[in-house]
């Protein structure tokens, strides 16, 4: 049986919070600098999220380039759904916050029961698949929610609601290595905080100076993470490759 998704290593993690990252700049690209608008946005990447994930479905292993198209759009569609319910909707940070952290535990509660296992090691199969793009949704939108109520609502800024994820993301990893965690605990709890830590990174880059930002702009900032992100992909795409050949 072969595993349908990545191992965690730290490549997995960079381009985890890059895609965070680039799903916060690009959602502000699209409805805000193209005049798109929140609705149209996200209609629109909603569209291209099936479409990956299509895709990713049809495969029959882990293809780093498939699979990392549909984390960024997912990523985008997350924030796109914390944000419509926010500044559409009126709905409080905090509420949104609760809702999305009430339908992760959900979708937890049933991929346990229904497979036995959270395991990301496990994927083996298009149920539990499904199980496991359901909570990365759920994980991006509970991350907006949440790292926008720290560092606007609460006033905490940027730079430092950064160091704040960082460093929770730090214990995690201790308690971890400690045994005070197991490895699925562990690998969910870091998976939600790099959401608002990337986002915390994508506004404080992308944010005018007098709203606590460097002021690079969001367009700029998308570029560069994308080239990031796709020259990452495609070295993990021939290790890939070679290891197939190598069966």
Same mark, same amino acid.
């Given at each position: ?10 490549v997995?993690?960079i381009?985890?919070?890059?895609a ?7 959602a502000?690209v ?5 005049g ?7 209609y629109?990447?909603?569209f291209?999220?099936l479409?990956?994930l ?6 029959r292993r ?6 990392w ?6 990523s ?38 229904s497979?036995?296992?959270?395991s ?9 698949? +499904?199980?496991? /793009?359901a $909570?990365?949704?759920? %994980?991006?939108? &509970? *991350?907006? =929610?949440? !790292? #926008? ?26 308690a ?8 699925? +605990?562990?690998f /969910?709890? $870091?998976?939600?905080? %790099?959401?608002? &830590? *990337?986002? =915390?990174? !994508? #506004?404080l ?17 998308s ?9 990452l ?11 197939a050949?190598?069966?």
């Open positions: 049986m072969v595993n349908r998704v990545p191992e965690v290593t730290l997995f993690w381009l985890k919070i890059m965070t990252t680039v799903g916060e700049t690009a502000d699209l409805s805000t600098t193209f798109l608008g929140t609705v149209l946005t996200s629109v990447m909603a291209l999220l479409i990956s299509v895709f990713q479905f049809r495969a882990y293809v780093p380039k498939i699979y198209v549909v984390v960024v759009f997912i985008v569609v997350g924030t796109l759904i914390s944000d419509n319910l926010v500044d559409n909707l009126g709905v409080p940070l905090a509420t949104t916050s609760l809702i999305f952290t009430v339908a992760l535990i959900a979708v937890f509660v049933f991929w346990y029961l497979e036995r296992t959270l990301v090691h496990t994927i083996y199969n298009i149920r539990r698949e +499904l199980f496991y /793009w $909570a990365i949704l759920f %994980t991006f939108s &509970l *991350g907006t =929610s949440g !790292g #926008d109520l720290i560092s606007e609502r609460l006033g905490v800024g940027y730079a430092l609601s950064g160091l704040v994820f960082a460093a929770a993301i730090a214990l995690i990893y201790l971890y290595r400690l045994k005070l965690f197991n490895e699925v +605990l562990a /969910w709890l $870091a998976y939600i905080l %790099t959401r608002p &830590l *990337g986002a =915390s990174m !994508g #506004d880059l992308t944010a005018a100076r007098d709203a606590g930002g460097l002021g690079l702009g969001t367009i700029p900032v570029v560069v993470f994308l080239l990031i992100i796709v020259a992909v495609h070295h993990l795409d021939r290790e890939e490759k070679k290891k050949g190598a069966l």
